[in-house]
């Protein structure tokens, strides 16, 4: 796994990357966030149809932050294939 030059994830510090030995998983990346404290969590029941940037809307009220939802559930492989009833942990960020 790559961090490429513009992405987001350029300037991070990366602690470890941790791979499940299944091939249709994706890699987890833990991040070094020591400066920032700590997150909490909100939880959001995903209802069929949402999208995520709708759901980041709703808690951010910016759309395009819809990526630090996903970032914070790794387990979502693909953001347009969330099963109803699954739990999102939303950061307040």
């Not at 961090?3 to 987001?8: A, E, K, M, T, V």
């Not at 091939?23 to 966030?33: C, G, K, L, M, T």
């Not at 932050?65 to 914070?72: G, P, Q, R, S």
Request: aromatic letters at 16%.
């Amino acid at each position: 796994m790559g961090i490429f030059q513009g992405s987001r994830y350029e300037y991070s510090v990366v602690d470890f990357v941790a791979v499940a030995q299944e091939a249709d998983s994706n890699a987890v990346v833990f991040y070094s966030f020591d400066e920032l404290g700590s997150f909490s969590y909100l939880e959001h029941t995903y209802v069929e149809g949402e999208r995520l940037d709708s759901i980041a809307q709703q808690y951010y009220n910016r759309p395009d932050m819809w990526w630090v939802i996903l970032d914070h559930n790794p387990e979502i492989s693909d953001p347009n294939n969330i099963p109803s009833g699954k739990v999102l942990r939303i950061p307040n960020v």
